[in-house]
């Protein structure tokens, strides 16, 4: 069968631009969801994947750290805040310092990231920051979302740009893509109305790529939004990243049900979240690692990704990442370097060991 056959006269066209490379518009990618078949999709997103990063699929070693539970926010997806006051905790550096120390020499990143606290602003955190990095100066700093940022300074009342160069010059190397959440204001409202909009949360990227602080970005999906407010919030972050080119890998994350306020919404079916890493990965053109985060969804629906454009699968993680085992993921969130690269193997990649920026590591 020819590429004309598989993919038929209503596809072919626009399945030859994807072959060529080109950039696809909003419209396109919506063609995408609504009219491909998931092997089409997978044939595709395989090949841009090719594109960007031939048959390697990375991975990284680190720890995850979630320095407290409470939050200012009561985002109805989330699972993690502390449900009472007897459930919360906040960590102290040395608290952190000690949960790093026994995993230190064999990983090259600390991912930081928790509930908004109501209290602690960017001295607190650039104190903790600046802790870690003094008893780990080998380590790569990522930490703090886009939201978590926005409120610290505003605890201190500091500008954007001036909280930012402060926790930088304390050790922060880059950021996580957390709290994206869908930009769409209405869904936003609807699933975390508290939380500050997408407008805000695209602003401190855009000014922490200005500064040289590399980021991620996040999208919650499989919940109250539809196919569009998918791409539509895929289209805000293609835009800001052909001016800022600052995020290094887009992680869809897929809606978990349980123990939340949201809990009556079924999840989506395995192929529509196929069909979702697949369109990402074409759509976003100028993205070139698109994430999944194994923790979150399993092993096994991780590696079926690969098949979709996926080209790194999240480090071997050694902590419990509570947001994720209390909505629904079962999984013991760590896996050994070695059963991390036979999973990539067994799917027809090459495993590459890659630092915080994407790096490979010999
Ligand atoms: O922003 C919360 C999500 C995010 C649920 O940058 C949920 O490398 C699904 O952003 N179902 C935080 N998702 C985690 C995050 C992340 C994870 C891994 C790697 C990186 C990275 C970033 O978790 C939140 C929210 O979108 N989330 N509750 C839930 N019930
Ligand atoms: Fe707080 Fe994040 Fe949970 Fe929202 S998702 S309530 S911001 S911890």
Not at 38 to 62: C, G, H, I, W
Not at 129 to 144: S, Y
Not at 157 to 172: P, Q, V
Not at 274 to 296: C, E, G, Q, S
């Amino acid at each position: 069968m020819n590429t004309a056959e598989f993919f038929g006269s209503e596809q072919h066209e626009l399945a030859q631009k994807i072959f060529e490379g080109q950039r696809i518009s909003e419209e396109e990618a919506l063609k995408l969801f609504l009219e491909f078949t998931p092997p089409q999709l997978s044939l595709l997103a395989t090949e841009r994947k090719r594109m960007a990063s031939q048959d390697k699929v990375f991975y990284n070693r680190n720890i995850h750290v979630e320095p407290t539970n409470i939050c200012v926010y009561n985002c109805r997806f989330c699972s993690y805040k502390a449900k009472s006051e007897a459930d919360s905790y906040l960590f102290s550096a040395q608290e952190i310092v000690d949960k790093i120390a026994p995993v230190a020499e064999n990983i090259t990143e600390v991912h930081i990231t928790g509930g908004v606290h109501p209290d602690w602003g960017i001295h607190f955190f650039s104190k903790m920051l600046r802790i870690i990095k003094e008893t780990f100066p080998k380590l790569h700093i990522k930490a703090f979302t886009a939201v978590e940022i926005g409120f610290m300074c505003r605890i201190d009342n500091m500008g954007i740009a001036e909280g930012l160069a402060a926790l930088r010059e304390a050790g922060l190397d880059s950021m996580p893509g957390g709290g994206a959440e869908i930009f769409d204001e209405e869904i936003r409202l609807r699933i975390s109305p508290e939380k500050p909009s997408g407008q805000e949360w695209l602003d401190i990227n855009a000014q922490a790529h200005a500064l040289g602080i590399p980021s991620n970005a996040t999208m919650l999906f499989g919940h109250v939004e539809n196919f569009s407010q998918r791409i539509a919030h895929m289209g805000a972050l293609r835009s800001l990243q052909d001016k800022s080119k600052g995020f290094n890998a887009f992680i869809p994350l897929k809606f978990r049900n349980r123990d939340n306020r949201m809990s009556d919404i079924a999840e989506t079916a395995a192929i529509e979240d196929m069909k979702t890493y697949a369109i990402a990965r074409i759509f976003l053109d100028n993205i070139f690692h698109l994430k999944a985060y194994w923790p979150a969804v399993g092993r096994d629906f991780a590696q079926l990704s690969l098949q979709f454009g996926v080209d790194d699968l999240d480090g071997t993680i050694n902590d419990s990442t509570t947001i994720y085992t209390r909505a629904g993921s079962f999984e013991n969130p760590a896996m050994s370097t070695s059963e991390l690269r036979q999973l990539i193997l067994d799917a027809g990649f090459s495993p590459v060991e890659r630092d915080s920026v994407y790096n490979e590591i010999k």
